[in-house]
């Protein structure tokens, strides 16, 4: 097994991908350049996010900047070659909606659509809370509604499905951007479905001043990244259960790396795409 991160870069807004054998050591394809910018929208990627879809595609959402209400999305069949962009409307009918950040989705199969969800703040309710919307192709979206609201602000939201349990792995937005402050930090809810409800099972389980928080499967453990957000690094932690988490050394990822997702992939035919990856010339912006 081969695990590939993607994440963007504040310097410049685009994709970046890493790879690991084991979701520690991580090391950048590409020599840490971008292999792909967006051409719609605010040309800009955020909180690249990248999952291989029921159609066999492998679908990248991501936000479109820091206040627009859009979600950016494109599809590939072999993460090397991408398809032209759309633009998904996540917010548009909500009026007062002021942005849509960090979208991941999962498939459901039992009704065959995916759940699209982000984080959104509006004048009706000025704090941020977790949405949703379904899709069955990326293009056509029912209504938004909120999908997780704790009574206070919220972000960075990640769901993963565990003995039909579906874990909400979420950033505790409460608190102030600076050393010693309370919160800040991600906690854990659980729902018997996808759709909710969500009802909060823990304490904080990460540092404080950390947030985008990536979970995956690594052997016989659970393993959280998250971006410490103040202080240009990372940091790791480990599960056996989703709810109760303990810091891990070792992990190493890519400098100036913000805010992503992994991916799980079989190890066949690894070398030949790694090599596809690293030479990869990145769409041109227009």
């Known amino acids: 097994m081969v695990y590939l991160l993607s994440y963007f870069r504040t310097v410049e807004e685009a994709l970046h991908l890493a790879w690991s054998e084991d979701g520690l050591a991580w090391r950048a394809l590409n020599d840490n350049r971008s292999i792909l ?3 719609i ?3 800009s990627i955020r909180d690249p996010f990248i999952r291989q879809g029921a159609d066999g595609l492998f679908h990248l959402v991501s936000t479109d900047s820091w206040w627009s209400t859009n979600l950016l999305h494109t599809q590939s069949r072999d993460l090397v070659h991408w398809e032209p962009w759309n633009l998904l409307p996540a917010m548009a009918s909500i009026p007062g909606a002021r942005n849509a950040w960090a979208p991941e989705f999962v ?3 039992e009704r065959a659509i995916y759940q699209l969800f982000w984080a959104s703040i509006t004048t009706e309710e000025p704090y941020q809370r977790i949405w949703y919307a379904e899709t069955r192709d990326f293009r056509a979206l029912t209504p938004p509604a909120v999908l997780f609201d704790p009574g206070y602000p919220v972000i960075d939201a990640t769901l993963i499905e565990r003995q039909g349990t579906w874990f909400m792995l979420y950033k505790d937005e409460r608190g102030e951007n600076r050393p010693g402050t309370n919160y800040k930090s991600m906690r854990v809810a659980t729902a018997p479905d996808p759709g ?3 009802t909060p099972q823990s304490d904080l389980i990460s540092p404080h001043l950390t947030e985008g928080p990536a979970v995956f499967r690594a052997g ?4 959280m990244l998250y971006d410490f957000f103040l202080h240009d690094r990372w940091g790791a932690s480990e599960s056996t259960d989703l709810l109760h988490w303990r810091e891990v050394e070792g992990l190493v ?3 100036g790396a913000r805010h992503g997702s992994v991916l799980s992939l079989p190890g066949q ?3 030949q795409l790694r090599e ?3 030479s990869r010339e990145p769409s041109p912006e227009h």
Request: aromatic residues 16%; glycine residues 12%; neutral net charge.
């Open 253 to 255: 990822v890519p400098p």
């Open 269 to 271: 035919g690894w070398e």
């Open 37 to 39: 910018h967006a051409t």
């Open 107 to 109: 498939y459901v199969p």
């Open 41 to 43: 929208g605010n040309h």
């Open 220 to 223: 016989d453990r659970w393993l």
């Open 276 to 278: 596809r990856l690293s």
């Open 196 to 198: 909710g409800p969500y």
